[in-house]
């Protein structure tokens, strides 16, 4: 099960902390993703953490995830926020395989959040 949480209203060049709490013991052994889905459009891959750590070119540079495997938590630490990052973001997660590979894909992942809604104002 995952809890996201963090969302909120912040001006255009703030920041947001999202936070990913996930039940179980194994949380290590999981590749995590935060993935973003704005009105009217599909649901888009914002970063990623599995033997590494991938972004969206949208939010590179501005976005950074990380994970406390000993809290069983990932967190994605959004700055310098655009009125196009508004979104509901959900955090996702699946078994870690194939050392390397990274998950871009709704479809790659098992376990979905409820989704945590971002909203930047201009």
């Known amino acids: 099960q995952l809890q996201a949480s963090g969302g909120g209203v912040v001006q255009a060049g703030g920041s947001l902390r999202l936070s990913c709490a996930a039940s179980g013991r194994t949380f290590s052994t999981y590749a995590m993703g935060w993935f973003r889905q704005a009105p009217g459009k599909e649901r888009e891959f914002v970063a990623g953490s599995a033997w590494s750590t991938y972004y969206a070119d949208s939010v590179k540079g501005r976005f950074t995830i990380s994970r406390d495997n000993a809290k069983n938590t990932v967190y994605l630490q959004m700055n310098s926020l655009k009125p196009e990052d508004t979104a509901i973001y959900y955090c996702?997660?699946?078994?870690?395989?194939?050392?390397?590979?990274?998950?871009?894909?709704?479809?790659?992942?098992?376990?979905w959040g409820q989704g945590t809604l971002v909203t930047v104002s201009s």
């Open positions: 996702a997660a699946r078994p870690l395989y194939y050392r390397g590979r990274v998950y871009l894909r709704v479809d790659e992942y098992n376990y």
